[in-house]
């Protein structure tokens, strides 16, 4: 068992495997080239800052790095889990935490069972040695990273500020309500955009959602307070809207609604200020047959989302078009689907789309972006 101290700070890095080469670089580019010391997976690194505190904000502040954390010890497991439990016991002790939770990550693991059981193993082990177990409210999350038969550990939370609001192993800052009640898995996109670039959505406040089928973001932004306009030729799930919204729906050319009850149709051609009357607005239609200056009609806004599956620098040019409807201050919120490789290329080439219109551009890989990233920006 070794124990880290003083001389040697070591951490381990967490990303997405879909985004392991740009990880690496901008690691790299944050640390220093020789910090790598160990992969753990193609997903989890461990890098070694000599006698230096790991520049943390610089990696909550990077494009691909989800977040590090303080590695505390490592564990050969290869005969059981007794040494391990017995360190946890005495760190959660040492360190004063009234409770704690085991995560388990299995990389590459001589142990066939999964996560699961090994957490239940290791905490019913550590009671043994004292230590109160709280799943629900633990006082400590310890992070177990299984890799061959040793044990890395690290503590997730607490005095990991940065890292705190970007779950890896477990989605447990998952919001309940989107859980309960969320129309659709992209709701943890919006919900991990608004925690991580901190944006307010304030009650009356006007939001334009391009590409809102079937709904989730929508739903989000009126659970928020916002009055939506929603753009999609497809179908929106109005029935799972928070209950008593005023909904209504402006059909496209040749497009129907099959559910209109209780929803007011309409006139596409006689849209204009008149929808404030309502929570939300859907537009069924495709984006390109609507004329900005009908969008101008009907803002100015105070935020946009536009999670459309097209090449990123296509949203990024829908979103300067669009920014004539916007507020000035007003927040953008684009998914940057990313096609190809040419990851680099395609972020500089949206940014540059956008240089005119918004500014404080940022992009992050957030933990539910598929092979996507979340493009920030305030209009100009
Ligand atoms: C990933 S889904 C959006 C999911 C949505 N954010 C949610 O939370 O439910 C992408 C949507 O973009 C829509 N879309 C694709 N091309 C479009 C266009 N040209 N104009 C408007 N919507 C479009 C699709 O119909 C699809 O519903």
Same mark, same amino acid.
């Given at each position: ?241 928070? /209950?008593? @919204?005023? #909904?209504?729906? $402006?059909?496209?050319? +040749?497009?129907?609604?099959?559910? =209109?009850?209780? %929803?007011?149709? &309409? ?45 990123? /620098?296509? @949203?990024? #040019?829908?979103? $300067?078009?669009?920014? +004539?409807?916007?507020?000035?201050? =007003?927040?953008? %919120?684009?998914? &940057? ?44």
């Amino acid at each position: 068992m070794s124990n880290f101290n003083g001389k040697s700070m070591k951490y381990i890095v967490f990303f997405d495997k879909r985004f392991l080469q740009q990880s690496i670089n901008e690691l790299r580019s944050i640390l220093g080239e020789s910090k790598i010391l160990k992969y753990l997976s193609d997903s989890v690194i461990i890098v070694d800052t000599g006698e230096k505190k790991a520049d943390l904000k610089a990696i909550y502040d990077s494009v691909f790095l989800y977040k590090t954390e303080e590695l505390i010890f490592e564990v050969e497991v290869a005969s059981g889990y007794s040494a391990l439990e017995e360190k946890l016991a005495s760190v959660q002790k040492e360190k004063g935490y009234a409770s704690s939770k085991t995560e388990v990550l299995k990389e590459a693991a001589f142990d066939e069972r999964n996560a699961k059981s090994i957490e239940v193993e290791i905490g019913t082990g550590m009671e043994k040695y004292g230590a109160r177990i709280d799943l629900l409210n633990p006082g400590a999350v310890f992070h177990v990273i299984i890799n061959g038969s040793t044990a890395y550990v690290s503590i997730a939370g607490s005095d990991n500020a940065y890292g705190a609001t970007l779950d890896y192993f477990r989605n447990r800052n998952m919001d309940r309500d989107i859980v309960e009640n969320g129309i659709s898995r992209a709701e943890f996109k919006i919900h991990e955009a608004i925690d991580y670039f901190n944006i307010k959505v304030c009650e009356g406040s006007r939001a334009l959602d391009i590409g809102a089928a079937p709904g989730g973001w929508s739903r989000y932004l009126m659970k928020k307070g916002a009055d939506v306009v929603a753009i999609d030729a497809g179908r929106i799930n109005y029935e799972a809207m928070p /209950q008593g @919204s005023r #909904i209504a729906v $402006a059909l496209g050319k +040749e497009r129907e609604i099959a559910d =209109a009850e209780d %929803i007011d149709v &309409l006139d596409m051609e006689k849209l204009d200020g008149s929808w404030k009357g309502y929570d939300l607005l859907h537009i069924k239609e495709l984006f390109g047959n609507i004329k900005i200056s009908e969008l101008v009609k009907l803002g100015p806004f105070d935020i946009m989302c536009i999670d459309i599956n097209i090449p990123a /620098q296509e @949203s990024a #040019i829908i979103a $300067a078009v669009c920014s +004539e409807a916007l507020k000035k201050g =007003a927040f953008l %919120i684009l998914t &940057l689907k990313m096609t190809d490789d040419k990851i680099e290329q395609a972020m500089a080439k949206s940014k540059e789309a956008l240089g005119a219109t918004y500014e404080d551009i940022r992009v992050k890989k957030l933990p539910h972006d598929r092979k996507e990233l979340t493009l920030f920006a305030v209009k100009i």
